[in-house]
């Protein structure tokens, strides 16, 4: 189908404990995510605009007490966890073409 479109998505996600044993130093704050898609289509092509974590939300993606070692590929313990941060708000536009 041909024409404009728009395609938000809101989530959100709760403070919760980011290790096993459930400390209060370990808990991890809530955050709501917002990303939007706007665009035009057409018969052969396709142009839009985006944007991923609109409000900039900082959060903890990923947390694990495990690092790989990227010259030998063993994983080892660490003292302590390893954090993953969110990616930062991203805008960006595309351009599609189909034949």
């Known amino acids: 189908a041909s024409?404009?479109?728009t395609n938000w998505t809101v989530s959100y996600a709760g403070e919760a404990f980011s290790d096993v044993e459930n400390?209060?130093?370990d808990e991890a704050d809530s955050y709501?995510?917002?990303?939007a898609r706007v665009g035009f289509r057409g018969k052969?092509?396709?142009?839009?605009?985006f944007g991923t974590n609109?409000?900039?939300?900082?959060?903890?993606?990923?947390?694990n007490t495990f690092a790989a070692d990227?010259?030998?590929?063993?994983?080892?313990?660490?003292?302590?966890?390893v954090f993953n941060i969110s990616d930062?708000?991203?805008?960006?536009?595309?351009?599609l073409f189909e034949y």
Request: charged letters at 15%; aromatic letters at 14%.
């Open 23 to 25: 400390l209060a130093v």
């Open 88 to 95: 930062p708000r991203i805008i960006g536009a595309g351009l």
């Open 70 to 81: 990227l010259e030998t590929g063993a994983v080892n313990a660490v003292p302590g966890p």
């Open 44 to 49: 052969w092509f396709e142009i839009y605009a």
């Open 32 to 35: 709501t995510l917002v990303n």
């Open 54 to 63: 609109l409000l900039d939300e900082e959060y903890i993606s990923e947390q």
């Open 3 to 5: 024409g404009f479109y």
